[in-house]
Every structure is written in structure tokens, then in C-alpha cells.
Nanobody, 114 residues
């Protein structure tokens, strides 16, 4: 059974940084494109970034130049380094395959506020 466990969220001031981690268990990690998604209150879940099995990243325009996605296939882990955070980045962040499967984890809350 696939499990996705996100961590690393928290409260940070505007301009600050956070690094999110997502560990996947069950199945083969290294073969899949992975993605980070986020959902702010009252909005639909949106795609933030993806990374192919070979490590090629892609980003939503709203985070380009500020966020960096990476992966460690040996650890079945995908990361999201978030710099220059803005209040509009406040959301619950999730990782999943891309395109996403039905296996959503609990997510990790990121709050950007002074």
C-alpha cells in the first residue's frame, strides 16, 4: 500500500524559508514523476512543482525562482525548498505522483505571516 508522509511545515515570517520533505513507502519510487501540491482555505488544490524520475524540475509561475524541488531516490524522498516566502504561499502542502494518485497524505501546514 502506498503511503506519503509530508513534514517540515511551520510558521515563518514573510521572506523566510522552509524545507518540506515527503517520504513515500510502498511501490517503486524512482520510476515516477513526483509533485508537490498545495491547498489554501477555500481554494482548490493546485500543482506547485514536479520532478521527473531523472530529476528534471518544473514549477508553477507563482513559485518559479523561489522554490526548488529535488529528490533522493535512495531515500524514497522528495523535497521542496521554499525561499522568499510570501503570505500567499500559506497553504497545506502535499506530495503525490504526477499526475496525482488517490493516495493523498495528511499534508503539512505552511503559514507565512508576520
Amino acid at each position: 500500500q502506498v503511503q506519503l508522509v509530508e513534514s517540515g511545515g511551520g510558521l515563518v515570517q514573510p521572506g523566510g524559508s522552509l524545507r518540506l520533505s515527503c517520504i513515500k513507502s510502498g511501490g517503486t519510487f524512482r520510476l515516477y514523476t513526483m509533485g508537490w501540491y498545495r491547498q489554501a482555505p477555500g481554494t482548490q488544490r493546485e500543482l506547485v512543482a514536479t520532478i521527473t524520475r531523472n530529476g528534471s524540475p518544473n514549477y508553477a509561475d507563482s513559485v518559479k525562482g523561489r522554490f526548488t524541488i529535488s529528490r533522493d531516490n535512495a531515500k524514497n524522498t522528495v523535497y521542496l525548498q521554499m525561499n522568499s516566502l510570501k503570505p500567499e504561499d500559506t497553504a497545506v502542502y502535499y506530495c503525490n505522483f504526477y499526475p496525482p494518485s488517490d493516495y493523498w497524505g495528511q499534508g503539512t501546514q505552511v503559514t507565512v505571516s508576520s
